[in-house]
């Protein structure tokens, strides 16, 4: 992710960037939008901005009402963050993590960009494993990243939009819009993020209530949004989305959860919740982070490229670890446990490497750190 923010800003410097017309709209057209004509009921809405305490109330009313507790007796949420081709690591953890027999029922799912790609397999369990291996280790994602040569410079990305696409479109089909259809109908949700860039906000998505009203529509949006997801901006275009809204149509522009969290537990805002009615204490919280929490020694050279990059690491690094800070102080208020993996500190994984080789030696230290456990903290 660094190293695509470091080619974007180089465009930038050499205002290489040309903008592109698009359909003139307001916040009030946004917030009544119905995008691809997918339109959500006013009790069951299948998304909500991280920061509208309004939409979070709704939320959190289903959410309080509706998460089963698991046959294990607990309410498991997992929470997948982005990474690039270090998602392979939370691939390899859920099958170490199945063959374990430790493995947790989870009522809820999250992802934000890699950990979107991946979450409906996560969702979907154990039987879904094979699927979720072979996206992140089979050789699909390898010609991931396609530049764009010199069209890069008219445009938003370094990268062509079709390969990420085609990847989706390959393992999301009817069967699997199906299959967290009936998951969702249980109670259990999937959510992911993507970031708004006309509202400067990031908005949840709930998958399972897009994939509930079914047919060609809600797989195209389910898709879309999994795209945006994953849209690092500076490295892929970011998603229009066509919309509609008080009588006329326009495009919302997404692109990559991971601007505005780098995973998805709880809001900000609800990071000082207390519980008072302890209806949440004995749930459990995992987070896995697609990439290192730790620092990491180098001796950075006195160029643009080197510092910028060094710098966005450490902000990625932050956001990371002050989103685990919050989170875990909610937990331990309200009597829920929580746990973490990230891959090791001394680890040489580099987002941007999808070769088969590079996937399968991240994968294997999920795997091996879930099989005997020493992959939490």
Request: hydrophobic share 45%.
């Amino acid at each position: 992710m660094a190293r695509a923010l470091i080619l974007f800003c180089l465009l930038l410097t050499t205002g290489g960037c040309v903008s592109g017309a698009r359909s003139s709209f307001t916040p009030e057209d946004r917030l009544a939008a119905a995008p691809l004509g997918v339109v959500a009921s006013d009790r069951n809405p299948f998304r909500f901005f991280l920061d509208d305490p309004a939409q979070l109330e709704v939320f959190e009313a289903r959410l309080e009402a509706g998460i089963p507790v698991g046959p294990d007796g607990h309410r498991d949420l997992v929470a997948l963050s982005g990474g690039g081709s270090n998602g392979a690591f939370a691939a390899g953890l859920m099958a170490g993590w199945t063959a374990s027999g430790n493995r947790p029922d989870m009522e809820v799912v999250t992802g934000v960009s890699t950990g979107a790609l991946a979450a409906s397999f996560v969702f979907l369990g154990p039987d879904w494993d094979d699927e979720l291996v072979e996206a992140y280790t089979g050789g699909a994602a390898s010609h991931l990243l396609q530049s764009r040569g010199l069209a890069t410079f008219f445009g938003s990305g370094i990268y062509k939009a079709g390969p990420l696409r085609d990847l989706v479109d390959q393992y999301i089909d009817d069967h699997v819009l199906e299959a967290v259809a009936a998951e969702a109908a249980k109670g259990r949700m999937l959510l992911v993020a993507t970031t708004d860039l006309d509202s400067q906000r990031g908005v949840v998505w709930d998958m399972g209530a897009i994939a509930q009203r079914g047919g060609p529509e809600a797989l195209a949006l389910y898709r879309l949004v999994l795209i945006a997801s994953a849209s690092v901006p500076g490295a892929f275009p970011p998603v229009l989305m066509p919309s509609q809204g008080d009588g006329h149509s326009f495009e919302e522009m997404h692109v990559d959860g991971g601007v505005s969290t780098p995973f998805l537990v709880l809001p900000e805002t609800f990071w000082s919740f207390h519980d008072a009615t302890g209806a949440l204490r004995g749930g459990r919280i995992h987070v896995v982070v697609n990439g290192r929490t730790g620092p990491s020694f180098k001796i950075t050279k006195d160029s643009l490229a080197q510092v910028l990059g060094r710098s966005l690491d450490i902000m990625q690094r932050t956001s990371i670890g002050t989103t685990l800070a919050g989170n875990r102080a909610f937990a331990e208020r309200n009597g829920l446990e929580f746990h973490y993996a990230a891959l090791p500190d001394d680890s040489v994984a580099d987002p941007l490497d999808f070769s088969v080789e590079a996937m399968r030696s991240v994968y294997e230290v999920g795997r091996a750190g879930a099989l005997d456990g020493t992959i939490w903290h």
